[in-house]
Nanobody
């Protein structure tokens, strides 16, 4: 069983930056593709970004391209989401997720493990 713990959320003004971290337990982190999702109040959970197990492939939803960067450090069992030029519409709970294959995916059902989420609030 893999446990994922997110951190780094908070309150930031529009145009600001945050870096989210997701620490994973276990020795098999490098075998998982990892993703970030977010869920705003009253909305479905949506895909944000994903990264293959060694970081060679990344994938972003259109609304964050050029602003967000996903990366990972397998030596630290950690995946990151650097978020720049934040907008009020980025306000949501952000979730880290892992899947037991190397193929990056953008659907929630493709992921096997989930963190508890971290709140990101962007004020205008």
């Amino acid at each position: 069983q893999v446990q994922l713990v997110e951190s780094g959320g908070g309150l930031v003004q529009a145009g600001g930056s945050l870096r989210l971290s997701c620490a994973a337990s276990g020795r098999t982190f490098s075998t998982y593709a990892m993703g970030w999702f977010r869920q705003a109040p009253g909305k479905d959970r949506e895909f944000v970004a994903a990264i293959s197990r060694f970081g060679g492939s990344t994938y972003y939803t259109d609304s964050v391209k050029g602003r967000f960067t996903i990366s990972r450090d397998n030596a630290k069992n950690t995946v990151y989401l650097q978020m720049n030029s934040l907008k009020p519409e980025d306000t949501a709970v952000y979730y880290c997720a892992g899947r037991r294959t190397n193929i990056v995916e953008d659907t929630t059902t493709a992921y096997d493990y989930w963190g508890q989420g971290t709140q990101v609030t962007v004020s205008s």
